[in-house]
């Protein structure tokens, strides 16, 4: 059983459109990741968040530790924002890694 | 500019052959490691490093071997033991002291031929 857990797996939104993709835990971290995968393959760190929320442009990171739950917003999406969505958790010296969430924008 | 680089970004190889992926890094960095992806599942490490001369397994070292002679450098060799090598291979980097989010280079895409 995966310790990280991404929901949703598959996301398509038009234009505009606020969007929530959402990580869940079971184990103690350090930090939280959230990653960005474009098609090419190089991955991006988006934000390390170890409490409460950070806010980067149009992203918007939040963290619950109580809960174990993380959530990524993207506010006014922009087809420039298709990519996968990979959320991460650090665990002593390695990251463990969700499946990812797989968004497309469309015009 | 600093950064990961990880060189070729394809690589193919034969039956019974072993290959080895290159990553080097600028940032000064003590931490090195290397990841597999494959399609549908989440990032796997395969190796770590702290420091010089020194490295761990990861959850699927099975067919892989790495070395660590210089701080800069953390190449991967997939050996002909790993059946089943192709995948999208990401090596990344990281200070050991602070919470700095890991660097990722563009990785390497592996296949069999």
């Known amino acids: 059983k995966n310790e990280v857990e991404q929901s949703p797996q598959n996301l398509t939104a038009q234009e505009g459109e606020f969007i929530t993709i959402n990580c869940s835990y079971s184990?103690?971290?350090?930090?939280l990741h959230w990653l960005q995968q474009h098609p090419g393959g190089g991955i991006v760190s988006l934000f390390m968040?170890?409490?409460g929320k950070k806010k980067h442009g149009r992203l918007i990171a939040t963290i619950n530790i109580q809960e174990k739950h993380s959530s990524l917003h993207i506010t006014a999406s922009h087809p420039r924002d298709s990519a996968v969505y990979i959320c991460?958790?650090?665990?002593?010296?390695?990251?463990?890694f969700g499946k990812g969430t797989s968004l497309l924008v469309t015009p | 500019d600093g950064g990961i680089t990880q060189s070729p970004k394809y690589l193919f190889r034969k039956e019974g052959q072993n290959v080895t992926l290159s990553c080097e890094q600028n940032?000064?960095?003590?931490?090195m490691y290397w990841y597999r992806q494959d399609p549908g599942q989440g990032l796997r490490l395969i190796y770590y490093s702290q420091i010089v001369n020194d490295f761990q397994k990861g959850d699927i070292a099975e067919g892989y071997s790495v070395s660590r002679e210089k701080k800069e450098s953390f190449p991967l060799t997939v050996t002909s033991a790993q059946k089943n090598p192709t995948a999208f291979y990401l090596c990344?980097?990281?200070?050991?002291?602070?919470?700095?989010?890991?660097?990722f280079g563009d990785g390497t895409r592996l296949s069999i031929l």
């Open positions: 990344a980097s990281r200070p050991l002291v602070g919470l700095e989010p890991q660097h």
């Open positions: 968040l170890s409490s």
């Open positions: 940032l000064n960095h003590d931490a």
């Open positions: 184990v103690g971290i350090s930090a």
């Open positions: 991460a958790v650090l665990t002593g010296y390695a990251l463990n």
